[in-house]
């Protein structure tokens, strides 16, 4: 199943110098003020945010326009959340009524589950039986009128989206900070490659950096 052309997929992520875009802990605030200020403002482009389940768990985003002014409304936030583990004081669903909030879930997530996500505003897609099929998600997307679409990790969500084929952009801060700890979340998880010639192969487009706060911001295609 392919893609359509027209849509563009990015995957944005702050990263440690040794790769951890979390603390063992799942401390995620990794990079700048002013790096906070550029995601905002790539969010204010796109037509929608997509996360995984332990992402919101662990860091209870709003995943709204915030820091910058912008007339367009807040993208529609999209949860990739096989079981429906979303929780339901969460800020995403608390706010679902008023911000457009899609919960995708699997055949997995019981008929309660969906029904209470649903009486607090938000839509829920049901996709496959195991592990979402994002390729699917995607076109259904696509077909639904989504064309700009951002992907905000974690670790597994950027890994099923990479080996998966679906990314056309890879937006990389690297903070001037090692964190170690072997649990810590690295930008791609998932199986990996068993050697290096298999690996993802993306062409570097653009570099910008930020001295004040000693980052660099890596800009790669696909
Ligand atoms: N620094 C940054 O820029 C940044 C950005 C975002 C997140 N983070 C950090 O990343 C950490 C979370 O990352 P994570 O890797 O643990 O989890 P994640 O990518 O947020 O969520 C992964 C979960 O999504 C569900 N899922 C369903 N279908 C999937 C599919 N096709 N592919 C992948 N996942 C699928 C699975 O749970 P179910 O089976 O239960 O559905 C899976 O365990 C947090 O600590 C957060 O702070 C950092």
């Given at each position: 199943m392919k893609l359509p052309t027209?849509?563009?997929?990015?995957?944005?992520?702050?990263?440690?110098?040794?790769?951890?875009?979390?603390?063992y802990t799942g401390n995620s605030c990794i990079s700048s003020k002013k790096d906070l200020v550029r995601v905002h403002k790539?969010?204010?482009?796109?037509?929608?945010?997509?996360?995984?389940?332990?992402?919101?768990?662990?860091?209870?985003?709003?995943?709204?326009?915030?820091?910058?002014?912008?007339?367009?409304?807040?993208?529609?936030?999209?949860?990739?959340?096989?079981?429906?583990?979303?929780?339901?004081?969460?800020?995403?669903?608390?706010?679902?009524?008023?911000?457009?909030?899609?919960?995708?879930?699997?055949?997995?997530a019981s008929k309660d589950t969906i029904e209470k996500i649903k009486k607090l505003?938000?839509?829920?897609?049901?996709?496959?039986?195991?592990?979402?099929?994002?390729?699917?998600?995607?076109?259904?997307?696509?077909?639904?009128?989504?064309?700009?679409i951002l992907i905000e990790g974690g670790g597994e969500l950027n890994w099923s989206c990479l080996h998966g084929g679906i990314v056309n952009e890879l937006i990389i801060t690297i903070a001037p900070i090692v964190l170690g700890g072997r649990n810590a979340i690295t930008l791609v998880e998932g199986k990996g490659y068993p050697i290096i010639s298999q690996g993802i192969k993306l062409r570097l487009t653009k570099i910008t950096q930020n001295k004040n706060d000693n980052e660099i911001t890596l800009y790669y295609n696909s």
């Open positions: 027209d849509l563009k997929v990015t995957i944005n992520s702050a990263m440690t110098l040794d790769g951890k875009i979390s603390s790539l969010r204010s482009k796109v037509d929608a945010i997509v996360v995984g389940i332990n992402t919101v768990i662990i860091d209870n985003p709003m995943l709204t326009v915030r820091f910058i002014r912008s007339n367009r409304i807040d993208p529609t936030r999209i949860i990739i959340d096989s079981y429906g583990r979303i929780p339901l004081d969460s800020k995403i669903l608390k706010t679902a009524a008023t911000i457009k909030t899609i919960i995708v879930v699997t055949k997995q505003g938000a839509h829920v897609i049901i996709i496959g039986s195991k592990l979402i099929n994002l390729k699917k998600l995607f076109n259904m997307l696509y077909k639904m009128g989504y064309r700009k």
